[in-house]
């Protein structure tokens, strides 16, 4: 398995559209594999393919509490969402050490191929529900800072600009 470089915003390539999966193969296993030990090394809960520059609909994540349950999204599709909706702060790894609110469904059912290509649906509540938006959103080039303000939008995309530059230097 090997360590994927996760982009970081506001770098271009998160606004790329992911395509789908056409073949559940040995290179797609690989990914999510490389993606699931990505993730965990950087102690997030999701990680969407658009985020280590891979334009394909795969999606990783494990919101348990032991983060020993991990799920595999492949060419997700949300066939059902509540009317309810909840605000909660989320983060990215794509966007490190920055967090705010979002409003998202409270309850979504997801459709997908697993790891094998195997159908399956996922209901999802609560920190599950939260990171499955996310991630889809990954996929269609929307980061979570697109929620926000354009004055804060704004102030995240000049404090990541200049981040990049002093990590450049160092």
């Given at each position: 398995?090997?360590?994927?470089s996760?982009l ?7 606004h ?6 056409t073949?559940v ?10 993606m ?14 658009t985020?280590?520059?891979?334009h ?19 060419n ?8 309810e909706?909840s605000?909660?702060?989320?983060g ?10 979002v409003n998202?469904?409270?309850r979504?059912?997801v459709r997908a ?5 195997q159908?399956?649906d996922l209901?999802?509540?609560?920190l ?8 889809m ?5 929307k ?5 926000l303000?354009?004055?804060k ?9 200049k981040?990049a530059r002093?990590e450049q230097?160092?």
């Open positions: 398995m090997a360590r994927l996760i970081r915003y506001p770098d271009p390539r998160l790329t559209v992911a395509r789908p999966v073949t193969d040995a290179r797609i296993r690989q990914l999510v594999d490389d699931l030990e990505t993730m965990y090394e950087a102690e997030g809960v999701g990680l969407a393919a985020q280590v520059d891979v394909e609909r795969v999606i990783v994540m494990d919101t348990s509490e032991s983060h020993d349950r991990p799920v595999v999204l492949i997700p599709e949300i066939i059902a969402r509540s009317d909706m605000l909660n702060e989320e990215c790894l794509s966007v490190p050490a920055t967090y705010d609110k998202r469904h409270a979504v059912t191929l697993d790891r094998d290509g159908s399956f209901e999802a509540e609560g599950t529900s939260i990171c499955v938006q996310h991630e959103d990954h996929l269609v080039g980061v979570f800072v697109e929620y303000s354009t004055l939008r704004d102030r995240i995309r000049t404090r990541m600009i981040k002093e230097k160092a």
